[in-house]
């Protein structure tokens, strides 16, 4: 059993029984294994790969994706872009190696919880088979907690699937290699962030985005200002772009495309398939245990992540929830607050939850954009400025990021927030602070009158609110 357990090993069982039992080692999963070994229940946690310790966050999703964004801005002039490239991308999957390992022994370190690497699948309502090999172990638990995560979609592209230049985010994070050519299908947060780090390395990158333009549930200017960046970067955008074919040729691939009749084609090296991420449901023997699936593929669950048959939940992007680190932290609060608290806590408690995009500069989001506002019947006032105009915010200056638009969306009849849009430097973390006002109340007015440190990218509240 050395292939699955090293504790397993020593004891030379082949079957567990467990308190808890949580399968996949994403954010929330290992959150609540974490807490409830901790209060003593013995808990099982299932990782199918040793590379996935930790979860797809810290090893091919946020972490290392930020890193990269992050380095891809610090390229010194002279320097080779592949050379430089791949020393960073290897420094980055070092970090991740470092952490994935951090997060192994976190875990294994505490003594009543049995990490399991190997794949599981249930065989009843309660009980799971985990496989690495030709090992297995039968694992049954009193509560069964499902945080599998997603897997990226392929679009059914003619020629996709079978280009050898086919990439996923997780097939780039983990080369080293810097495209000549990257095309780009699909302009969501991924493809944004990948095709503009890729840019900032070096590539040359085209995004081939469906939908008529970038950020589509953003408000005008705020998506006309982001294009206008990405643009500026040197990033071709098309969009309204329908791929209709992608074939291999001696020189690279190339992807054919239409925009209302009119064909394009871009003759590449790289094509990175960003179109979504699926729920992981497949091969968990889900039937077997009686948990039911919503059309979109996801688990079932109710307000407390219960799914249909009640000793099993499922946290994080399986239960077809919004995928993100912090999402799949706070389905971990909820879980906990069913098997140890009040049970009180629920998906329904959730407001006014922050977005970013890692660009350059991020955008981040919260609440209502200022048509959503007037759709639903707001008497709006609505407070926005070019962050290069903000004279109120030298950190701009200071940082040389410039670029952006901040803009903040308020009921003109409460005088509450109800919304924000912020591109520009440092609004991931300014984000929370609006975040925070709006679950609480705090008016539009205490928000610009508030004191903020100095230089910082928040005391733009100050000056933009004023003009309300
Ligand atoms: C490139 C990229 C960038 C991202 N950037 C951000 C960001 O900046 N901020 C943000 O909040 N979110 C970001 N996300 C989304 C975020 O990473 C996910 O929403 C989050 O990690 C989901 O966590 P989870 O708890 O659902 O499970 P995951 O962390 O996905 O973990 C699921 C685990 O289950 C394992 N598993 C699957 N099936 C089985 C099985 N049968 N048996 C055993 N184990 C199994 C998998 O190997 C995996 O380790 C990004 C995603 C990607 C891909
Ligand atoms: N910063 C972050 O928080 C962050 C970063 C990366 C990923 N994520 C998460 O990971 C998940 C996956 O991200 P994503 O950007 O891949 O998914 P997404 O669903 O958010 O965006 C996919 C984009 O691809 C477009 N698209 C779909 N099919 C297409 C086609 N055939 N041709 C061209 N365009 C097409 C869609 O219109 C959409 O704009 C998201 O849910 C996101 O929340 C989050």
Known sequence: MTALTDKTAAEGDAALQADLLVIGFGKGGKTLASALGRKGQRVVLVEQSDQMYGGTCINIGCVPTKALVHRSGERPGA???????????RDVQDLTAFLNQKNYAMLDGIDTVTVVTGKARFLGPETVEVRAGDDRLLVSAGAIVVNTGAVPVVPPIPGLRESAHLATSTDLLRGTELPRHLAVIGGGPLGLEFAQMYRRFGSEVTVLESSPRLAGREDDDIAGTLAAILTGDGIRVVTGASVTEVEDTEGGAIVRYEIEGTKGEVLVDRVLAAT??????????????????????????????RASNPRVFAIGDVNGGPQFTYISLDDHRIVADQLVGSGRRSTADRRAVPTTTFITPPLSTVGLTEKAAREAGHNVKVAAKPVAQIAAMPRARIVGETRGLFKVVVDADTDLVLGAALLGTDSQEMINTIALAIRHDVTATELRDAIYTHPSATEALNEVLGLL
């Open 276 to 305: 979504g991420r699926r729920p992981a449901t497949n091969g968990l023997g889900l039937d077997a245990a009686g948990v039911e699936l919503t059309e979109r593929g996801a688990i079932a669950v109710d307000e407390h992540l």
């Open 79 to 89: 320097d080779d872009p592949a050379v430089w490239f791949e020393k960073n991308a």
